[in-house]
């Protein structure tokens, strides 16, 4: 055995010439020489996901070179087994690594190992469930994507991108899997962390030199999901560990959510070759919420928070008046809903607009009905004046009618003081008209891009 042990010693060496020092002391160090038959050659690692990932990268060159050590090897076989002081240098190595103090410590006690069953993924949150996922026309498909993941046991695309803004449900869907997939499977090994969280355990892995044991306990889940991947833009050691991560659980048919504030095409100073995995599934973007999705999320908002009688204007109002993310839209409920509780005062308008003043104050434009007719005259290619004039062709009369609709919506102007400003009409014809296009809106949907599109650009000129 003896004589075995040195072309064992020769042959890591060449292996380790071969793939470099890197990926031999991650992957290929802990082997362990088991046994030498009469074609085979038997060698051990501690965990499984070792064997499988060295078996099916490794084992056919391993045999190779042991082939010149002893003529007649055909085949390597890597089996489970933890190793023994006998073992020699694979053992110490493998001992070294899991033991040794981090690069200028100056303490000559061993560094505790983590246990390899520690939590290494961060804490859902119990609201982030599909239950409570308010689903519109801007995230409809981002949704249906995630719910796919979720309920099958077959990858149907991997890994899944989901891509927006901040605060548009990107994290609210990958924790709906998660509960989704351990509610259906507890068996299931799902992994939930964000990827600066990654980056932390990957660094403090390679500080204590404990990188096998961070390999194993990342890559032996089967659902992995990762939250802002584009804060590992630059990082190139990270993202490096995460191509390999990818790399080997989709090669274990293992599924991989990842969501980032941008598309891959779009990160800069991403690895080209983890870009194009990235992009390699299926992805699918999460757009800025509509105002009736922002309307429905109120509501929804409202019932969790016991104050599902708020007048309806007021969340009317929050709906129109924030309009950049859902985060800020339910910070701004909770605080109208604490303020009502604690002094006992009705929710209304006013006291809305009062609690709110310093977040809305930011936010304000003043937007005027001259503005806004000269949007909508803009929109629809007729002459601002003809707002005001008597014609009736209906390529007027519609945008006449948008644009007082808008008047009521965006402005605090009555419904008299419009009607003046559309060539001294009564309040009644405001009024119809403003019926008359949410009527119109409830049946046309061009005419509702149209509005939103409206009331974006004129709450926001530079857009």
């Not at 002391?25 to 074609?39: E, F, G, M, Q, T």
Request: proline share 5%; charged share 30%; glycine share 6%.
């Amino acid at each position: 055995m003896r004589e075995m042990r040195d072309a064992w010693a020769r042959v890591r060496e060449r292996l380790r010439a071969e793939v470099g020092e890197a990926t031999f002391a991650s992957w290929l160090a802990p082997l362990i020489l088991v046994d030498v038959d009469d074609d085979q050659v038997t060698l051990g690692v501690a965990t499984r996901f070792l064997r499988d990932w060295i078996t099916s990268r490794y084992a056919h060159r391993i045999a190779a070179l042991w082939a010149l050590e002893r003529e007649g090897i055909r085949s390597a076989s890597i089996v489970i087994r933890a190793p023994r002081p006998e073992d020699g240098e694979s053992a110490a190595a493998t001992a070294d690594a899991a033991t040794a103090p981090p690069p200028g410590d100056g303490r000559p006690a061993a560094r505790a190992r983590e246990p390899a069953s520690a939590e290494l993924g961060s804490p859902l949150n119990g609201r982030f469930t599909f239950r409570d996922f308010v689903v519109g026309e801007s995230n409809e498909f981002a949704h249906a994507l995630a719910q796919q993941v979720a309920g099958v046991d077959r990858l149907p695309f991997n890994p899944l991108y989901l891509y927006g803004g901040v605060g548009l449900g990107k994290t609210h869907l990958l924790h709906a899997i998660a509960w989704c997939i351990r509610g259906r499977e507890p068996a299931r090994r799902v992994l939930y962390l964000s990827a600066e969280k990654f980056m932390l355990h990957f660094v403090q892995a390679v500080r204590h030199k404990d990188t096998v044991a961070f390999k194993e306990r990342i890559r032996s889940v089967d659902v992995l999901l990762i939250d802002d991947i584009q804060f590992i833009c630059d990082k190139g050691r990270t993202q490096e560990e995460f191509l390999h991560t990818l790399d080997a659980l989709i090669d274990h048919r293992c599924q991989v959510v990842v969501s980032s504030d941008r598309s891959p095409a779009h990160l800069e100073g991403m690895d080209e070759r983890l870009r194009s995995r990235l992009a390699g599934g299926l992805a699918a973007d999460v757009r800025p919420t509509s105002y009736d999705l922002r309307l429905g999320i109120l509501r929804a908002k409202a019932g969790l928070l016991g104050i599902a009688d708020a007048p309806l204007e007021v969340l009317e109002f929050l709906a129109r008046k924030i309009t950049s993310n859902v985060r800020e839209l339910e910070m701004a409920l909770n605080r109208v809903a604490a303020h009502a509780a604690l002094l006992g005062d009705a929710i209304t308008l006013p006291t809305t607009q009062a609690v709110l003043r310093d977040v809305l104050g930011a936010k304000e434009r003043p937007i005027t009905i001259e503005d806004i007719q000269r949007r909508v005259a803009q929109h629809y290619d007729i002459k601002v004046a003809e707002m005001s004039s008597s014609r009736r062709a209906q390529a007027v009369v519609r945008p006449r009618h948008v644009a007082m609709y808008l008047a009521k919506q965006l402005t605090t102007r009555s419904l008299p003081e419009i009607g003046r400003r559309f060539g001294k009409r009564d309040h009644t014809t405001v009024m119809y008209a403003i019926g008359r296009i949410e009527k119109l809106r409830a049946e046309d949907p061009g005419l509702d891009k149209d509005l939103e599109d409206l009331r974006r650009s004129l709450e926001d000129p530079g857009r």
